[in-house]
Nanobody, 128 residues
Framework: QVQLVESGGGLVEAGASLRLSCVASVNSGRSFNSYAVAWFRQAPGKEREFVAAIGRNRYNYYDDSVKGRFTIAKDNAKNTVSLQMNSLKPEDTGVYCC???????????????????WGQGAQVTVSS
C-alpha cells in the first residue's frame, strides 16, 4: 500500500510559478525507488489528464502542453515527488493529483487507469 498526500496548490496570476509536492508513505515492503510516479490534473467538466511522469527507468515524460514549463522530480530518500510549474496559463487550472505504481509500463504512463495509488489532489487556479 502507498498513501500519497499533495500540498502546494493555490491561486496565482498567469505567468506565475507554483511548486507542488507529494509525500508518499510506503507500506508495501517495496522501496519508493521501485515505483514510477506521475502527476495528473482534472479541470472542471473534463477527464483527468496526464501531466508528467518519472518511469521506473528514471526518465522524465511530459505532456506536450507543459513541456518546457513544468519539471517533475523525485527524491527517493525523502519519498517525495514534486512538480515545479512555471509560466502558468489559465488552461493549467485544475486539481492536480500525484500517482504511484510499481508495475506500470512505459507505454502506459499516460493512461490514468494504469496507476494504482492516488493522492487526494491539490487545487491550482490560474487567473488571466
Amino acid at each position: 500500500q502507498v498513501q500519497l498526500v499533495e500540498s502546494g496548490g493555490g491561486l496565482v496570476e498567469a505567468g506565475a510559478s507554483l511548486r507542488l509536492s507529494c509525500v508518499a508513505s510506503v507500506n508495501s515492503g517495496r522501496s519508493f525507488n521501485s515505483y514510477a510516479v506521475a502527476w495528473f490534473r482534472q479541470a472542471p467538466g473534463k477527464e483527468r489528464e496526464f501531466v508528467a511522469a518519472i518511469g521506473r527507468n528514471r526518465y522524465n515524460y511530459y505532456d506536450d502542453s507543459v513541456k518546457g514549463r513544468f519539471t517533475i522530480a523525485k527524491d527517493n530518500a525523502k519519498n517525495t515527488v514534486s512538480l515545479q510549474m512555471n509560466s502558468l496559463k489559465p488552461e493549467d487550472t485544475g486539481v492536480y493529483c500525484c500517482a504511484a505504481d510499481s508495475g506500470v509500463s512505459l507505454s502506459s504512463l499516460r493512461n490514468r487507469n494504469q496507476w494504482d495509488y492516488w493522492g487526494q489532489g491539490a487545487q491550482v487556479t490560474v487567473s488571466s
